[in-house]
């Protein structure tokens, strides 16, 4: 196994522009400097004053917590019809990464809906801590997948302990007096920046490349949606900023899970792995 992946390696060194290999490590290197420089980033005095505040289903704000509903189905979508496939040669590199995301997810429906149904800092942990260790699978899968380094579960476990000790050091500078969300920030960066650098680099599929291109969109709309809460509730009076925000999240990740499916599928006339020219052809 080891020699046919330093092989494959080997080919994609050749084939891909040596910037690629040397961007990832320099962009984290400036995004750590960069944060240094500025300073703690606090959070707003006003963060758990959302603008929908209806009651749902006997549920106080209601819409923000329901919504975190698609984030356990996708998760639950994604171990349902991964984890049988979990030795398959397109999976078994990242499956580790990939597991603790699809968990992170149903995680993250469980957190946020404590944290939205009587929002707090205490319950804000239980939400930002499986969102963090959603990015930390991501980040393990897509690094082993495309390292092809045979040690996921490793950098699951450890890029699990770096998220959990991100939302940590936001809690406890706070309880100190600053609080800081610096590391809880840089981790939610990192997969947006690193993933698409380390699947061109390496030449991904280009399914995969595409797939992970739209969850970026999706996330990034997520973001844009959180960022007008208020405006958007104003306006539209149905639905709020923060509830938009769960559902283009959800969207982000049902991209992923549905593209993973898509990897396993068996394909008639034809066996996996892939042939090497499908395998790393480029955009
Ligand atoms: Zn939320």
Known sequence: ???????????????SPEWLFWAPPLLVAAMIAALYVYGPISQPLSY?????????????????????????????????RL????HHPQLRQGWPGYALF?????????????YHWAPDNIRLIWDRLPIALACAGLLAAVR????????????????????AASVAWWYITGVCGQDDLRPYLLL???????IP????????????????????????LAKVAELGDSMLFDSLHVVSGHTLKHLFATLAAAVIVWRLGERVKKRSGGSFPLNKEQAFRII
């Open 1 to 15: 196994m080891s020699s046919a992946n330093s092989f494959s390696d080997h080919k994609r060194r050749v084939m």
């Open 48 to 80: 758990h004053d959302f603008a929908d505040q209806r009651m749902i289903g006997g549920v106080p704000h209601g819409a923000d917590v329901w919504s975190n509903l698609g984030f356990a189905l996708v998760g639950l979508w994604g171990l349902i």
């Open 83 to 86: 984890f049988s496939q979990r």
């Open 102 to 114: 699809l968990l992170a997810l149903i995680g993250t429906a469980i957190g946020s809906a404590l």
């Open 144 to 163: 082993c997948e495309t390292l092809c380094s045979g040690e996921g579960w490793a950098a699951a476990a450890a890029l699990g302990i770096v998220a």
């Open 188 to 194: 939610q960066c990192l997969p947006l920046v690193l």
């Open 197 to 220: 650098l380390w699947q061109r680099a390496h030449r991904a599929l280009v399914a995969d490349q595409k797939a992970f291109l739209w969850a970026i969109g999706f996330y990034f």
